[in-house]
């Protein structure tokens, strides 16, 4: 009944997850690897593949094959072109490049959403986990819009409205957090914990949002001279910088829609990610008023079995859009 | 007649510098050593100081010597506690703490200034700086303060009124430069080059200074589309990321200065610091509508010159002030 339909790939710069997904769109097995895009050596897009899906495929040699993110990458195994602004699923679909396995197989790539704008954005694997939300979320087809935030490495603020995306806002909040900890001389003083001390991350985004401060450059320092005047311990301090880079990533974003007259307490607000940073995003935006930004679960999946299904490559019928 | 009078030393995180200083505070032979404090191993630092200032002090074994900077901290020679807000050139002198030299000699070390506020700030070697720049130039002494910046890796900004220092904010301009162009993504597409891209590093302050957009977090981003999309070559990428961030700097203290009911535009203003970025800051300053930014020179000599002579270490007048 539930039988496979579709090898499923998220294949970005640093890791590949692959589903086995049935009729229905839901996983009947999972794979993890750490063989994302930028680990590869020359020609290992095969390889990885194999080792990942090669299984699947020998079980299954007609299952068709679709894959998103940075694979479609200039740096990948085809370049996917751009799609370019305002996008719905059928532009993604035409915008599928195809390549050809060594195993035979078929690998069908999504493109990524380019906007051009005075500051351009683009995104590559985010666009499906909207299709995927879009396709499993009816609140998001709200006759107003919703905005979804993809927390991460580059975390993303999607503005989406009649099944289409509308513009988006990228904040390199993630990886700017690791090349400070790591690389300036705020991870000095830091000691690290494995649990999230909640009141240090709130007061990092109170201070974030509230204070007549000159801006996130001069707010990060205070991670240091809060703990040389015994204010911040060592072990609260990353959290605090943690809670102010979200804070002001949010403060940001709630500017703009300030200047559109509208306000994050405004809007229909969904969130796609793992769930502790979910979770932190959930505890932010409640300081900024909004306090219903449920998670998405398995808005990968669902988006790559909708745009297999809308691209003709299964016969599933795309889920409640 | 200019004999030498005054062993001065800046001696930060990274560099020592040395001056020995005549009797009208103008140096008569300077020294530049790496033996910063955070590269020196246990007991370092005597052997720095014999290396850099021995041989004055074999001609001259009477000379007073005195340092500022992080030479200071608890991680330096000896700790000068910080002297608290508002700080004039006095409580600067009464919170000199000296340590003996295994030479013989006694260093006199000249404290930092602590702003507790509700993100306190700190500074050591600035302030010392800042008394230099006010012996020096009259135009500080406006009956209505100044503004002084200190581009640098932590780049700070010092408003003066009546000799004192009366509050400062700390940006991390620099180092958060290195960090993204060294430790992220952003750096992966640019080509150094020798001689600043003044076009790109005026976009880059202009996209901050202007745009609706929503932060530094984001704009940074741009650094990397405007390159995919062929906007900004491989050599503009980092004059674009320093033009960013130094507008968002200023940006910053321009947003602090209109709650005020005031702006950049209304201050008597100067700077402290290398040429090349203070040239930076100049052209940086004038797109906000600010073009009398003059550099002050030779501030460390004349801070550590004035409060030398303040403290009593030497008979030479202060200058000017």
Same mark, same amino acid.
């Given at each position: 009944m539930n039988a496979p339909s579709l090898i499923a790939l998220d294949w970005g710069t640093t890791s590949l997850r692959a589903y086995l997904l049935g009729?229905?769109?839901?996983?009947?097995?999972?794979?993890?690897?750490?063989?994302?895009?930028?680990?590869?050596?020359?020609?290992?897009f095969d390889q990885a593949f194999d080792e990942t899906a090669g299984p699947w495929l020998d079980a299954h040699p007609d299952l068709p094959v679709i894959a998103?993110?940075?694979?479609? $990458?200039t740096q990948g195994w085809v370049e996917a072109p751009y799609v370019e602004m305002p996008t719905d699923a059928d532009a993604l679909v035409a915008g599928i490049v195809t390549v050809a396995a060594a195993c035979g197989a078929t690998v069908h790539i999504v493109p990524g959403v380019l906007e051009r704008?005075?500051?351009?954005?683009?995104?590559?694997?985010?666009?499906?986990?909207?299709?995927?939300?879009?396709? $499993?979320?009816? $609140?998001?087809?709200?006759?107003?819009?919703?905005?979804?935030?993809?927390?991460?490495?580059?975390?993303?603020?999607?503005?989406?409205?009649?099944?289409?995306?509308?513009?988006?806002?990228t904040f390199m909040t993630g990886e700017t957090f690791g090349a400070l900890r790591d690389h300036t001389i705020l991870g000095r003083t830091m000691h690290p914990t494995s649990t999230l001390d909640q009141a240090a991350f709130l007061r990092g985004v109170d201070i974030a949002r509230d204070?007549?401060?000159?801006?996130?450059?001069?707010?990060?320092?205070?991670?240091?001279?809060?703990?040389?005047?015994?204010?911040?311990?060592?072990?609260?301090?990353?959290?605090?910088?943690?809670?102010?880079?979200?804070?002001?990533e949010l403060?940001?974003?709630?500017?703009?829609?300030?200047?559109?007259?509208?306000?994050?307490?405004?809007?229909t607000l969904r969130l796609i990610g793992n769930d502790a940073l979910c979770d932190r995003y959930r505890a932010a935006l409640a300081r900024f008023g909004y306090t219903?930004?449920?998670?998405?679960?398995?808005?990968?999946?669902?988006?790559?079995?909708?745009?297999?299904?809308?691209?003709?490559?299964?016969?599933?019928?795309?889920?409640?859009?």
């Open positions: 009729a229905d769109g839901v996983a009947l097995d999972t794979r993890a690897s750490p063989a994302g895009i930028m680990k590869l050596p020359a020609g290992g998103a993110g940075m694979v479609g $990458s704008d005075t500051l351009p954005n683009v995104m590559r694997g985010e666009e499906t986990q909207i299709f995927g939300a879009l396709s $499993s979320d009816a $609140s998001l087809n709200a006759k107003d819009g919703a905005l979804i935030g993809l927390p991460g490495t580059h975390a993303k603020w999607v503005f989406v409205r009649d099944g289409r995306i509308e513009r988006f806002y204070a007549g401060h000159p801006g996130v450059l001069a707010t990060i320092f205070s991670t240091r001279t809060l703990g040389l005047t015994g204010q911040l311990s060592a072990e609260q301090q990353a959290d605090y910088l943690s809670g102010l880079l979200i804070g002001h403060r940001g974003l709630n500017e703009v829609l300030a200047r559109e007259q509208s306000a994050l307490t405004g809007k219903y930004a449920q998670t998405v679960a398995h808005a990968t999946e669902h988006g790559l079995n909708r745009i297999a299904a809308q691209a003709g490559l299964i016969t599933a019928p795309v889920r409640a859009s």
